[in-house]
């Protein structure tokens, strides 16, 4: 049996690290399963790990609309998931996208937690 450790987007794809989920609030209420499974559906929000070479090649101006490291809001029920066949589940820490899932790239961020 293989795992895979690394991946690379070929094609128009992107590679996403979504935002974790917090399983407690800030005042320290754990959440229910239920909830945290609801956020991980809505989950739109990540960084951009890799960018296939192919990515926004057939726009105006064929350049990026993020790179390596950006912080995007992507379609909320865009992507795929990695499979981990040694821990039996799909992986939390990839999402493969298209180019054109990819909706916003965030200029500003705050805190709100700390």
């Known amino acids: 049996m293989k795992?895979?450790?690394?991946?690379?987007?070929?094609?128009?794809?992107?590679?996403?690290?979504p935002d974790e989920i917090e399983y407690k609030t800030k005042g320290g209420i754990i959440l229910a399963d239920h909830t945290v499974k609801q956020e991980q559906g809505a989950q739109v929000v990540?960084?951009?790990?890799?960018?296939?070479?192919?990515?926004w090649a057939d726009t105006a101006t064929g350049e990026p609309w993020c790179k390596v490291g950006d912080r995007v809001i992507f379609a909320k029920y865009s992507g795929m998931k990695i499979w981990d066949s040694l821990e039996g589940k799909?992986?939390?820490?990839?999402?493969?996208?298209?180019?054109?899932?990819?909706?916003?790239?965030?200029?500003?961020?705050?805190?709100?937690?700390?």
């Open 90 to 114: 799909y992986r939390d820490d990839m999402l493969l996208l298209n180019d054109t899932d990819i909706t916003a790239r965030i200029t500003e961020e705050e805190d709100i937690n700390g």
């Open 46 to 55: 990540g960084t951009v790990l890799d960018i296939g070479e192919d990515c």
């Open 3 to 17: 795992r895979v450790k690394s991946v690379k987007p070929l094609g128009y794809r992107v590679l996403i690290k």
